[in-house]
């Protein structure tokens, strides 16, 4: 039986040279969808829950290409609000060796940034729901999304449905005092959260020592202790952290640990050679979310978390296109790549 | 010698899906750029004139994309103001049969949209200039522009300088009362003004008699008299009307008269067999200023203007890529199409 | 409020060279879905309405990516069995000028061609529904289809559901005697039948007097003629044939005639310049069913149709991307082209 | 029984852009191979002949992509000779609607232009051979190749093979007084004289009187004068002339004439919608070499040779991809287009 | 002077989403060609010797496509029978880092599978030959298909021709028990036996102590006693072995050992950054059959088959495009990878 | 404010397969265009210098395309002379794992190599600039291009110009003999020359002592005493020497040396996963030439040049498409190739 998730955030569409084509030389553009929150519901799609992304999309071809997107992949878009005039726009260049991707937003007056209360109706919305995801892009966006947000998360706690949140610091939207206001405000309703060593620091000004983030090493001690400086904040049930260690534009170190009462749980560590690493994050919320949901004791859990989100550097676009089964047999331990017939 | 022609307007991200595939198929988009001034800079440009591009395009890499399409082609690009976040977007899907072309226009907030007096330097920017030519695009992108095309419009007069305007009516831009008032005011400047019959009703309310722009049909009478009105009302040098009949997405009559004098020179007519029709109107503003800078008589000049766009017809995007052999070559009578090798 | 209607029927992976590259030439294969009754579906669900395609699919990833085909366009795909080994595939070279379009069928042993009629629980499937559609191809699939088609024609016509088939002979699936043997059992329970004029010869020898279809001529009284001769073999409600003059593999004329109540509703005749002609009847039966869902008059019944299928061959693919107001807009008389912003 | 036919000539790297872009927005070229005399190798196999196609290759990998093209298509290479360093190669922009189709040659200094009389074998090359055939463009490479080339025509007439050549006159390699002297030495060796009528023309200076090329107007009686008088000088078995009328770059009419034993028969005309008209010619030589191995009577040969080119114009690249029913088809009347399924 | 070599099998198309796209992401495939028999004539092929691969196609176009995929690259296609309606499909999605690469076949029923003894006149087939080379897939397509290859081996033994077999046990075409029976009635005439230790396993139940196939790791004692209870069973001459130790998708180590005289022969074993490993064993097979119909000693014949199957892996498509110069560069030590100019 | 740099050389169009195809499996080819000198003047043109290049390119559109190619990054190529029949073309496939990248060169008979002293006039080019550079591949051209870069030379230093080498040695355009003689006389114009080691080596004899280049390793006393010994030799400023340790065609160690004023200066060593390597030594050419103009002091001189070819490697094509900014950001220590948004 399904459960029933839902995300609400923004869906953009991503504009992407071919293979490792900067910018400078594009004449054309891989044309596909992205959002947090979208990713997530279209992996916990995957992985057969029932999950409904929530956003406003205008009503023109552009609008209806985006929820197409998500149709595809089996996510419930009827809740998807229609009107406005702008889908945001992402450009996104893959790095390689040396040469780090780069992101260019174009997301400024999109139609979900520019959306009202009453757009929605969370009571319609929530029916039947068990589980309420968002990132802390969201109520970036606007104060109005900010305001929507907070409303998702008195609903969703009023109606007993778990919360979880990624907080996915983007530095473009807001400052660092704006993103501690709010979240502040939000996390309260959060049951777990989800976050890398730099949004916590960004975010709420939490550090865990020793640890440099660009120098590509990590000690698990830092980031026990952040865990556990977020859940003393927040009465958070489980907090999250994944732990990347970058390498290269084309090869990073892929962990995880997942801190939930008092105890920490790491999962192994993969060394990946990245085909794409635009969604690693959500794809990790998406099997965290799908592992809870499904009563995974906690170091299957991370371990499932992480292995889902170490096949999405496999796959092109946001979208984790895999299978719990596929995810499982990582986890399980094979990670030889050898022909599957 | 060349001539130093100065355009102003905006330039876009044209985002377009291959061949015939609809917005809803599209997973790739053919990425170009154009907009009505940047279209008659290139077209120019490639006739060996000096032609200037004036706008404002943002600092990074896809603003340098804009750029770079104007310098491959030869245009002067050093007075593009750098600043601002959005680069302005359409979506073009191309129609066939009897499904009609559709664009979708994302360039509200764009930077040019956005742009201030300030930004410009019209002293420097006419410095050896000769004409100066701007459509009714531009300043229907905001107040603030609608003022700097009027400022640039009072330098160009100042300086002895030739000014031309397509009407080009966009009305989901602005509204026909809005249009009157700021297009009023703009053309008193104008020497010459280039339109089609839609333009002078929707802007001007000034119709030719008896003729039904979705039938396909004309009349000559009539065109005579919009030019004839146009003319008096703001004492043009010359007007010159473009004349489509429109038989089927894939299939156009093609031809134009200029007006002046007192006057009316009509074109051949050609049937087109469209491999693109966005761009033909600035086309043929791009040749018609050409053959008045090099000195053609009436009658040479509208049929040079009328082949200049007929080529452009068979051409993908929105710039002409043609050399003036080639246009001569057709207007001299050649239409076989006959392989050269 | 959406009118739910089911279809049911093969959907097959369609192989295309790009452009109009000869099999001969190709080295990638466009890879799209396609199936008469599947067609039907997408088309009816672009025009708002509820349609569920009923078939049966693999599990393995290219029966997900046919389903997801179908998902994207907004089809219930709930009712698609899932089980089996092979999708059926079909190539498809376009014709251009006097060379005609070739399809390739790799369709035999496919796993909707070997189901079993305890596959389907056409209780449940019918639940709610208003209307079912099939077309001669899917009887023709296998005898085991044909008797799930019958047993599907018996249960609508006990729950009072409208059902419509398109007699769509192909002569690589059957012989005729077959094809009558099996077609004249199923008509029994059929309330509207479209097909064209060879279709009413091949299956049940109905024919036209004086009319050669590879002539490319057509007289008016020889359609009436054989929709009177179907309608007083079967009892139908109404029967619609289409009508193409087929003049190059890129130009087509195309009409069609209703026949309901003893009178006979002749549309609009369009000259269409194809893109693709490959689901051009497919579109016409949804164009027809939405018609007669909604309650349109049997001329504007007829006129929706024609339009919705004069565009589908302006479209890529077997599926047609066009949304009623599209349609209501060419059958509305503007078939000029012109461009939409 | 296959009869062997032996073509000798350049076969060249064709470099094209995609769809309808000019060179100037090239970046990327599609890369086939083509060459009049390979052309017509090519469709000889692909009639089921043995069909040899006699040159001079480069030993290197784009050497061996030329050899292959042809071994694809089942042409015996084993006779190519391999050395020398350049491929030559042309560059081709397809024209559309008014503007024409442009070819770039960059053939000078490829390996078969410097070939020696040394590096071809002719009595082991024509040994079981029917059939040689040339085109003026191969005499045209240099002085060696025209030596070749007589040395070639001598031999065969030595061993009682029929010999055609097409004249193809190039004015980029060489000039009419050059063409005429080396023309005139080689056809006395030819049975079959195969042109246009610019051809004979600009090669021999004989016209076809009240006939202008570039008008798209043709005159019966003028091309039996230019095929008599073609005959009377060297008594040809037989003269065929391709008769184009260019409408556009997209639409051409196109039939031929056959003069042999004093009597002109003329084939059908077809109304062409171009996708690629490079080869045309050659296809046509083909259709003819095909029709006069294998018995056809005169007006059978001249409407197979003539539909043969008919369908090329529908398939892009120099080659012409087509079985001999499907030439049959066409010539015996079906040139509807309809799909076949 | 060219060795003429047999090979038997299946030709499949080969459809592959671009890059390292999903099947759930595709859009369009790369049609390429492969089998395990046909990938090893072009490879004997592409080194300059005589070979023709046996097997059945349709007749139609993609019949067609399959045969010209082998005669581009030189195989004598003249014994391939024509007839039936199915080309066998496999469908090869690639892998990257973690996620392995999937292949999904639509093999059943194609025209090989059902083919008859009548089909084939081996005396005429193996006129000339002095090598017959099949693999474990061949028997396993059908009871008749295996009829056939056994009839194939008693003919190539009357004749004194060598045959080789590779083992290739296909799970999903036959079980183990179905397997061992036919491949032992068939090894008793076999001559070199390739193998990797699955196959071993899988077909005979002989396996290697202390070896975990999916741990990458591997022992040379392990091998050497499979090879020798191979031998000691069948009589070989000589067994080659490959040994892959599976890193990730992209990284694979790779090297065999040859076991003949009791003596065995490591190879170098290469670090493969993996571009496409399908056909890997093949073209080992091919490299194996190479150096022993050349006469080269035991040592060097391995490194050459490892040194052909390394440089596949940085192939795309099934087929190892390689000369043997390029061979045996990198079998005598130059793996630098340094641009060849 | 920008300084002025010519460059003078042949600027060819590159032909290669897309992504790893081998030539043989080719039917498209990426078209960009690249030539040593042009290569360096991009690079320079990214950084804001005001670069110039100078050659001799012809006026059909092919040449116009080369010209444009270097018109969109902001090359000034007003001093191109136009004329002649050939631009020269490489074709380039790229190498994967042990199979290494190929190119074939047709580059006889290019425009720029037959050009004439005449051609150009250095007084007009020279005019403003402060840095003058070129490649051992220029003076190997041609005799007649030898002596005009002797002139230009000549011309530089009068004015007091600094002048720049690559030794660029290329077996294919002359013997060691000839390039000896011709370099040495060029050299002693040189103010600053760049090499590897394998060109002191090729042009002059002079090697590092226990240094195998195919080895992969290095020393450093080795590449001292080379550059010592060049700068005995010819007086110059400064030897900058790449040092390249290929370890396959996907993975390299890249470093470099300068010395000058008797100190050697070692970058760091980057361990680069490449796209592309064509032009690498070339963005380190470029990056000195900034470095040295623009007053940074020699440790950091050759880090920039280093981390700008690094950068290189990383990017399709011959140009080096980075800015100033992310070479210095590379160049400090960066390099965990983390994304930026």
Request: negative net charge.
């Amino acid at each position: 039986m399904a459960n029933k998730i839902i995300t609400f955030g923004e869906l953009m569409l991503r504009l992407a040279p071919e293979n490792y084509l900067r910018f400078l030389q594009a004449n054309k553009f891989q044309a596909t969808f992205g959002g947090a929150e979208a990713n997530v519901a279209v992996s916990l799609s995957c992985y057969g829950e029932d999950a409904c992304f929530v956003s406003k999309l205008p009503n023109h071809e552009i609008g209806q290409l985006a929820v197409n997107s998500l149709r595809q992949m089996g996510v419930d878009t009827t809740k998807i609000v229609r009107g406005g005039d702008r889908v945001g726009v992402y450009y996104c260049e893959k790095g390689a060796s040396q040469r780090p991707s780069k992101v260019i937003y174009d997301r400024a007056y999109s139609t979900i940034a520019m959306a009202q209360k009453s757009d929605f109706d969370w009571d319609s919305i929530f029916e039947g729901a068990k589980w309420f995801h968002f990132t802390g892009i969201t109520p970036a966006l606007s104060d109005s999304v900010a305001e929507i947000t907070l409303e998702a998360c008195k609903k969703a706690k009023e109606k007993g449905i778990t919360i979880s949140c990624d907080l996915n610091f983007r530095k473009k939207l807001w400052d660092r005092k704006k993103a501690e206001q709010v979240m502040t405000e939000l996390c309260k309703y959060v049951d777990y959260c989800i976050a890398n060593e730099e949004d916590a620091k960004d975010v709420f000004g939490i550090e865990a020592d020793d640890t440099d983030v660009y120098s590509g090493k990590l000690n698990k001690e830092g980031y026990i202790s952040v865990a556990k400086k977020l859940t003393d904040k927040f009465n958070f049930k489980g907090v999250a952290i994944t732990l990347r260690e970058s390498k290269s534009a084309n090869d990073n170190d892929w962990s995880a640990m997942l801190y939930t009462d008092g105890e920490a749980y790491f999962s192994k560590k993969y060394s990946i050679h990245i085909v794409d690493r635009v969604g690693g994050g959500d794809s990790f919320g998406a099997g965290l979310i799908y592992s809870l949901l499904n009563g995974f004791d906690n170091q299957k859990a991370i371990e499932f978390a992480v292995a889902a989100s170490c096949l999405k550097h496999s796959i092109e676009g946001d979208y984790n296109y895999v299978s719990v089964s596929e995810v499982l047999n990582l986890a399980g331990g094979d990670a030889s790549g050898r022909v599957q017939r």
